[in-house]
């Protein structure tokens, strides 16, 4: 096995912390939440309490001022055990760091104190029903009124939609300039004309709310701007590597953990006289899922170093999204196989896991999108065939 050299002693302390927590406070009760479709706020404040939420928020900000790592423990062991419900990735990892980033130094103050304590939820409004993965192409507006905004539009498949407290907006300052006529704003959830749609039924991750959201003449003062006005697109594309690099994660363990799963269930379930284990296809499988698995997870470690160091790109953050989400969908589908009839029952962590894992193709970025950015840099530099000069 390949030691994870990334990972000091202090980070496996914290590791042993976090899955204490999750054992006690998530596992016990993510059925249930599955069935409500949602997670109780309740378990934000004990996580706050316990740490898990924000990191690598600074002191003077309320949090612990940790290095990226104990965000990443916190993100890996909550999907070891399946849990999908918890939020706490868009939270920490995106919303705080959005503001963390972009934000004054009152709206610091403001909001990542509540957000390290778990007692304000965080979410990121960027997609649209028309609009996923083309950002430029967000129609929702804010138009300036006086000493005012006003925002009309709506967003589709927000995370912690149903209990956002505030939410990270794209929006549309000038409809004529593109990329440059996007601004971002802080919305808080109780401004008057922000209304939050059904929460919406999807193939996995059931436990986690997501939303549509309505933005009906919501007013909001200049300063809840997020960064400079018309700033907005560039300011995204800024975080869509660490982004990419959280979905990479995600997958990486997920895969590991799957094959754990598939190994331990072969080992004693018999068929024709022996284990299923004993079969030399179930072997090669599992062999070859694995030989991958460590590929995958060494090339992630090594953008999880490139991006502390702040040497991640564009183009290693996609082609780690792209080889991970890929490699993390084929390995739940084998899996399941293996388990027979028994993968295809929803009280095995498999099934949850195969329902789970089809989003992570599309989140952050379609799988498409990652083609086309590793594409663009390899051809970056060579000349137009003579067909397309003329």
């Known amino acids: 096995m390949i030691e994870r050299s990334i990972f000091r002693e202090e980070h496996e302390i914290w590791r042993a912390t976090v899955r204490r927590f999750v054992e006690k406070e998530i596992v016990p009760f993510h059925a249930k939440w599955e069935e409500d479709g949602i997670v109780p706020r309740d378990l934000w404040l004990k996580a706050g309490a316990a740490g898990l939420l924000c990191c690598t928020v600074p002191e003077e900000f309320g949090g612990a001022g940790l290095d990226y790592l104990f965000d990443v423990v916190v993100f890996e062991e909550l999907w070891r055990v399946g849990a999908s419900g918890p939020g706490f990735l868009i939270h920490t990892d995106l919303v705080a760091t959005y503001i963390l980033s972009f934000g004054t130094d009152e709206q610091k103050r403001h909001w990542l104190p509540k957000m390290v304590r778990g007692e304000a939820i965080g979410s990121l409004g960027m997609t649209e029903p028309h609009a996923g993965s083309d950002l430029k192409a967000v129609r929702t507006q804010a138009v300036r009124d006086g000493n005012e905004y006003v925002i009309n539009g709506q967003k589709v498949f927000i995370s912690n939609g149903q209990l956002c407290d505030v939410i990270v907006l794209a929006t549309k300052t000038d409809t004529s300039a593109g990329a440059n006529g996007i601004t971002l704003f802080l919305v808080e959830s109780n401004r008057e004309g922000f209304q939050r749609g059904r929460n919406l039924e999807k193939l996995g991750m059931k436990a986690q709310d997501t939303s549509e959201l309505f933005f009906d003449n919501v007013r909001v003062p200049p300063a809840n701007m997020l960064g400079s006005e018309g700033r907005g697109f560039q300011h995204m594309m800024t975080k869509l590597a660490q982004e990419r690099l959280a979905q990479a994660i995600r997958s990486a363990t997920v895969t590991e953990t799957v094959i754990g799963w598939t190994v ?30 460590t590929m995958a997870r060494v090339f992630t ?90």
Request: glycine share 6%; net charge positive; with cysteine.
């Open 301 to 390: 470690d090594r953008c999880i170093d490139l991006f502390i160091s702040g040497k991640l790109d564009a183009v290693d953050a996609a082609m780690a999204k792209m080889v991970t989400s890929e490699l993390h969908c084929e390995t739940v589908d084998k899996c399941l196989q293996l388990f027979g009839g028994w993968g295809y029952m929803w009280e095995y962590p498999i099934c949850r896991a195969y329902a789970d894992a089809r989003v992570v193709k599309i989140a952050g970025g379609s799988i498409e999108v990652m083609k086309t950015i590793i594409a663009r840099e390899m051809f970056k530099d060579r000349p137009k065939s003579r067909a397309r000069r003329e």
């Open 264 to 293: 331990d269930y072969t080992t004693e379930r018999k068929a024709f006289g022996q284990t299923i284990a004993d079969f030399q296809n179930t072997q090669f499988v599992l062999a070859d899922l694995k030989a991958r698995a």
